[in-house]
């Protein structure tokens, strides 16, 4: 047998190689870097979602930077609209969720209470006047108390002034990337190799489509997720339905977030408004029947299966991109799965068709 026919076709293909190094020096990179890239992955997927606006303010003989700046003044003011309209619903109710407290202790000192003690053998009493002598005991039996909380205070700042350095990085990234759209999107577009140019333009083309079917399905799930939360928490009689509805509704995108921090929200106050199982019940059908409702009915309709994603594959991205990039990770993973979902479909038809897989030469 002589050298030619030993050889394999992966030692034949000096270019696979190559390519496999590319990728793992990028994959490293990737997790070297997790920490920082948050903020520049937000700001690349905004970026991403408001340059056909920019374009289209642009082509109407508006310069670019002008265009740029008038989208994010439009954000903003919607940002704010947003924030004025909600954040007083949401005073309003914790206020009168205060107000409720003692009826609520009420409730626990006539069900809660006789429970605990007969399966727990011990007399506790719920009111303010225990709790605040919890508070004062646990004050004088913690004489470290003071210099631990200092530490925790020194630690959390520190965690709050990361998060608000990516929260302020995130509209600067994102003014720059806006700006210079065409000009990076060229700059990449001529790193392609040429003989690969007509497949990578088709593979971004694809990609392009299945991002923009899922933002699309995805605030249309939003709205209409809302509305029904809205609507059945309002039906099971709850009087902090609109705030806590539209907590849910709009907090679907980022799945099993939304869900949980609905049915917490709504669950509490339920207690605090009824003091009673019998209606905490119907709150809690309105949120199992709404999990049912968008995960079986809803995103199927409105996203269908356009990204092509197994439950296990959506659970697994939720994992790995929170980890790399925590919370921004998160929100990226489900659509930039349906990316690499694309690609890989493309890199799966080369490998089928390559000497590597036929051992033809």
Request: hydrophobic share 60%; proline share 4%.
């Amino acid at each position: 047998m002589n050298g030619a026919n030993s050889s394999s076709p992966l030692s034949a293909n000096p270019k696979l190689w190559a390519w496999l190094a590319i990728g793992a020096v990028i994959v490293a990179l990737l997790v070297l870097l997790s920490p920082i890239l948050a903020p520049f992955l937000a700001g690349a997927i905004f970026a991403y979602i408001l340059n056909p606006l920019v374009g289209r303010i642009a082509g109407r003989r508006v310069n670019r930077t002008v265009a740029v700046v008038l989208v994010l003044l439009l954000c903003l003011v919607a940002l704010v609209a947003l924030l004025l309209v909600v954040l007083p619903l949401f005073a309003k109710e914790f206020r009168m969720m205060a107000e409720r407290l003692p009826a609520f202790l009420d409730w626990l000192n006539r069900v809660a209470a006789p429970w605990l003690a007969q399966h727990l053998g011990r007399e506790i009493q719920f009111d303010l006047g225990m709790l605040k002598q919890l508070l004062g005991g646990a004050l004088q039996s913690n004489q470290d108390l003071v210099p631990r909380l200092l530490g925790s205070v020194h630690i959390g700042g520190m965690a709050l002034l990361g998060i608000a350095v990516n929260l302020l990085l995130i509209p600067v990234v994102l003014f720059f990337l806006l700006r210079d759209w065409r000009g990076i999107v060229a700059r990449a577009e001529h790193l392609i190799p040429r003989h690969q140019i007509d497949r990578a333009r088709i593979i971004l083309s694809e990609i392009d489509a299945v991002l923009a079917e899922f933002l699309r399905g995805q605030l249309l799930v939003m709205l209409v997720m809302s509305a029904y939360f809205v609507g059945a928490l309002w039906l099971a009689g709850l009087e902090f339905a609109l705030p806590i509805g539209l907590l849910t509704g709009m907090l679907v995108f980022i799945p099993y977030v939304g869900a949980i921090a609905g049915f917490v929200l709504g669950t509490i106050a339920a207690l605090l408004q009824f003091g009673s199982l019998a209606e905490l019940a119907w709150v809690w059908l309105a949120f199992v029947a709404g999990q049912m409702l968008e995960g079986m009915v809803v995103t199927p309709w409105l996203v269908g299966e356009r990204i092509g994603l197994h439950p296990v594959a959506v659970i697994f991205a939720l994992l790995a991109f929170g980890q790399l990039f925590g919370f921004f990770g998160i929100l990226l993973a489900l659509p930039a799965s349906a990316a690499l979902l694309v690609a890989l479909r493309h890199l799966r038809r080369a490998y089928l068709e390559s000497s590597l897989y036929t051992g033809k030469q």
